[in-house]
Each structure stands twice: as C-alpha cells, then as structure tokens.
C-alpha cells in the first residue's frame, strides 16, 4: 500500500471521528438546554399559578370590600333616616332645644352674635374646668389612688362639655349615643394592609422628623403606671395614679384601697376599667361610668373574681364586634369577660395551665377570634376562643412581658422580652416558631427591664414607640434592618414609661417617673 492511500486513509478516519465527537456534543448540548427549558417551564407555570391565585384572592378581597362599601353606606343612610325622622318630630314637640351632634354654631342673642359650644353626649363630664378637683377619698383611708382624665393641650379648647345639659336629655342622647357609637365603631374599623414583607427590607431608617416637647405636671405624687388615649374623643387620655385637668376619680379597689394595676377605655369611650389584685378577696374589677355624675353609680365593682390569687397584670377590650374585655394574671390564668347587660359582664376562663407562670400581657388579633397572651415562662399563646384551644404556640429564651398587635396588619404583633439590645420582637399569627425581627436599646441606668416599660405602634402600623430606663423615648421603624432604635428622643428628666401616638393629631404623649406629662409636637 502506498504512502499516499495510507496518509488519505487516515485523514478520513480523523474526520469521521472529530464528526462523531461533533454529534456527541450536539447530543449533550441538546440535552442540557431541553432541561433547562423544562426546569423554566415548571418555574413559569408556579409563576402564573400564583399569580392567578392572587388575582383570585384580590377578587374576593375587592368583592367582599364592595359589600362591606355597600353594608356601610346603608347603614349610615338609614341612621341619617333616624336621625332626620327623630330630629323633625323633636322640632314639633318643642322649639326651645336644638340639639347638633358635634358641631359649634353660631347662636344670634339679643342682636350680638354668641359662640355657642353644643353638648358632646358620648362623653358626659362632670368637672369641666381647668381647675384641679381633688379625688375622692373615703374616711380612714390612707392609701389613694386616682384615674385622671386630660385634655390635649394642644387643642384644649375644643374639648369642654357642657355640664348644663338636662338630665331627660342627656339621659335620651345616651341611649341613642350608644346605639350610634356602635354603627360608627363597626364603620371605621381599619382595612387589613400588607406591612410584614415591608419588615427589615430598608438598610436606612426613615425617620419622623424633629419634636417640640412640652411638660406639664401630672399633680401625682406617686408614679404614673398607665396612659391611654380615649377611643371616641380625640381630645382626652387617662393616666393612672393629670395637660389641662378635667377630672380625677379615686378608683383603689373596694377592700383595701389598693391602687389599679392597669386600665382600660371601653370602646365607647364612656368608661373606664380597671384591674386590681386577687389577694385578699378583693373587688378584681372597677368601672368608672363617666356619663354620671359624682357619686352612686359612678363607679362599681364586679362581684365575680375569676382570679385565683396574685396581681391581675393586664386588661384589654377586643377588636371585635361584640363588646368584652380579657384579663392576665398571676395565677398563670387569662379570662375573657363578656357584656351581659349595662354593667353586668360574666367571666368565662380560657386556660389556666398553659402558662407556669404569671401572665403579662394579653391582646386580641383583629381578623379571627383569636386572644395572644404572653407569660414570664418565655411562652407566646394564641387561644381560639371559638375552638377553645392554643392555635398558636411559641417560647423564647427571655421572659415576656406583654404583647401588642399591629394595627393595620392584622397577622403582625410584637413581644417586648427582657433581653438587652433585643427588648422588641415582631412575629407573624401564620408562622410558627419564626422570628422576623428583633430590635432594642441600650441600657444606661439600669441593667433590668421593668415590666412598667410598655410600647406603643403608630396608627399607620409602621413605627414602635417605647419607654425606657434612661429618660428617653426611643421609636423604632420596622422597615430597618438594623436593631437599634431609628431615633430616640430625649424627653424627661427620669425613665419614660410609655409614650403613646395620637391617632389624629402629629402628636406623641409620653408618662415619666419625673412626674411630668410630657406633649411632643412633631
């Protein structure tokens, strides 16, 4: 065989190979891209799944709020229609009395003109001037305790009620307040609003901007342990133990004239509750009724006392329809309280042995029955009040010392712990076991965490405001994705035990050991 058929025979060989090899990784090459055009196609197709299933969702979400849109305007329509109706026949039975609800007409008297302010029915007050009126207190009694009622000093002038009105027609407006109260409660119940993916997605806080803090003396000498913005009036709030003072109650308990533990504004805002100790036998319960005047009736006590033993820690109102309170305490028990009649509630214990130890905190999720408590054992509870069991269950490494939902998420609420730097913890309803973030602050005069220290959210349920143990108001925006506080305000002379939002006015209203009330305008 010659040099050249040899030479020629191997060329086609090594072309026949390298087309092979060619194929080969065509082969593979194929393969490789069909696998992942599949992997893409089942992605795509768990994209557009979801997706529809969201547009599902946001139908019936859009569907339901037409209905809640539609409900809302008939109601009100047909309460116009009342109001209208029962207005033109007061009109003919008497001409003398023209009764406005909240407004303030200008009324012509002998040719002058005369600013005349008209009765606010939903919140009858006895005391009406700036004055201080010194708290009831019983004859051998040493012990005092007062609920104050304050008037926003920022707008003090509109909140003065008329103490003249007659007792048929307060008595005739309370009925039909009530009934009002309870179409406009129902009315602006707040929407649900997605804020838990918005949780540590910002490396930057966003903060509020600068305050201009005002201090006025709360008249107390004894620290003040509670403060809370009356739910109907914007222009009042209580503190426990008094702002342009409109009122003071002593409200020690029955027996022993114990001070009140915490306090409570009924959600028609013409009360307040409040909580004692279970030693002793003691009244566990008071209701301070603001729309009576000073004496029989204005303040009682519930004769049922559900409470075993120990301090009853925490009292709160339900964001439901139908009116009741639940109460924690230290007998490791929480108990729901519901609305007999007027001033008739009736205890029903929800458990008692889901904590071992006290109870601190209690709250109300918004969207389903569903009552958070949170104990000194570390546990977080959530108890199906329509199921009667724990739908959710949850323990941490530090104590817990109460518990606070978000207001516009209805599946977000935060723990304050006991652990330093990381005081503040934000969980979802949904998600057992799963932290989504956690925030605090640094302690300078003191290295424990009074249970006295509460927090606060602001109405648009993206901020915390939080007391501390330095004289400091420290705000939190959950958005940050740091744990540090966004800004913190140095409004008192000692520890800042809780500082409160407004939910109307650019307003923050801070309680303080110095004995100062503090207004902080921003």
Same mark, same amino acid.
């Given at each position: ?14 072309? +026949? ?10 082969? =593979? ?81 002998? $040719? ?11 919140? +009858? ?60 409660? /129902? ?5 649900? /609003? ?19 803090? #005002? ?5 107390? /000498? ?9 739910? +109907? ?54 209701? *301070? =009724? ?37 109460? $924690? ?39 389903? #029955? ?81 249970? *006295? ?13 939080? $007391? ?49 009330? $503090?207004?902080?305008?921003?």
């Amino acid at each position: 065989m010659s040099a050249g058929s040899t030479i020629s025979k191997k060329i086609k060989e090594e072309a +026949v190979e390298e087309e092979e090899t060619a194929n080969g990784e065509d082969d =593979n090459s194929i393969a490789e891209q069909e696998e992942a055009l599949v992997a893409l196609i089942e992605h795509r197709t768990k994209e557009v799944e979801h997706l529809g299933q969201r547009i599902s969702y946001y139908k019936s979400q859009l569907d339901q709020a037409e209905k809640r849109l539609q409900d809302s305007q008939s109601k009100l329509a047909r309460l116009r229609g009342r109001h209208n109706t029962a207005f033109s026949n007061a009109s003919l039975a008497t001409k003398s009395v023209k009764v406005e609800q909240r407004s303030i007409s200008p009324e012509r008297i002998n $040719g002058g003109s005369k600013t005349k302010q008209q009765p606010r029915t939903e919140l +009858v007050i006895p005391s009406v001037n700036p004055k201080i009126s010194q708290p009831i207190k019983p004859a051998g009694s040493s012990a005092k305790t007062t609920i104050s009622l304050e008037a926003n000093a920022a707008s003090s002038r509109a909140v003065k009620v008329k103490a003249e009105t007659s007792h048929r027609n307060s008595s005739n407006a309370e009925v039909v307040e009530k009934k009002d109260r309870g179409a406009k409660r /129902k009315f602006e119940q707040r929407e649900h /609003k997605e804020l838990i993916p918005l949780v540590r997605s910002s490396s930057t806080p966003t903060t509020i901007g600068s305050y201009s803090s #005002n201090h006025i003396s709360s008249q107390h /000498k004894r620290k003040l342990r509670s403060l809370s913005v009356c739910p +109907v009036n914007d222009q009042l709030f209580v503190t426990r133990s008094s702002a342009s003072f409109l009122s003071s109650t002593d409200c020690g308990s029955s027996g022993e004239r114990r001070w009140p533990e915490d306090i409570a504004w009924h959600p028609y805002g013409n009360s307040l509750f409040c909580v004692y100790t279970a030693d002793a036998g003691d009244s566990q319960i008071s209701i *301070l =009724n603001l729309n009576k005047t000073q004496g029989r009736g204005r303040l009682t006590y519930l004769e049922d006392k559900p409470h075993v033993k120990g301090i009853i820690n925490s009292i709160i109102f339900m964001p439901w329809e139908k009116n009741c309170f639940v109460t $924690g305490g230290s007998d490791h028990a929480v108990v729901l309280w519901n609305e007999k009649d007027e001033d008739i509630w009736k205890p029903k214990s929800l458990h008692r042995n889901l904590h071992s130890s006290a109870v601190m905190g209690v709250a109300g999720m918004q969207q389903k #029955n569903v009552i958070l408590s949170a104990g000194a054992d570390k546990r977080i509870i959530g108890f199906d009040v329509h199921v009667g069991r724990a739908d959710y269950k949850h323990q941490i490494e530090s104590k817990c010392m109460s518990v606070l939902p978000n207001p516009c998420d209805f599946n977000l609420f935060m723990v304050q712990t006991g652990a330093h730097e990381r005081q503040l913890r934000l969980y979802d309803i949904r998600l057992r076991h799963t932290e989504l973030h956690s925030f605090g602050w640094k302690q300078e005069s003191s290295d424990s965490q009074s249970a *006295l220290i509460n927090q606060a959210w602001s109405p648009d349920g993206l901020y915390l405001s939080s $007391g501390s143990a330095d004289p400091v108001i420290h705000i939190f925006d959950i958005r940050y994705n740091a744990r540090r506080p966004s800004q913190s305000i140095r409004a008192h002379q000692k520890r800042v035990f809780k500082a409160v939002w407004h939910y109307s006015l650019p307003l923050l209203i801070s309680i303080s050991s110095d004995l100062q009330i $503090g207004l902080h305008k921003r």
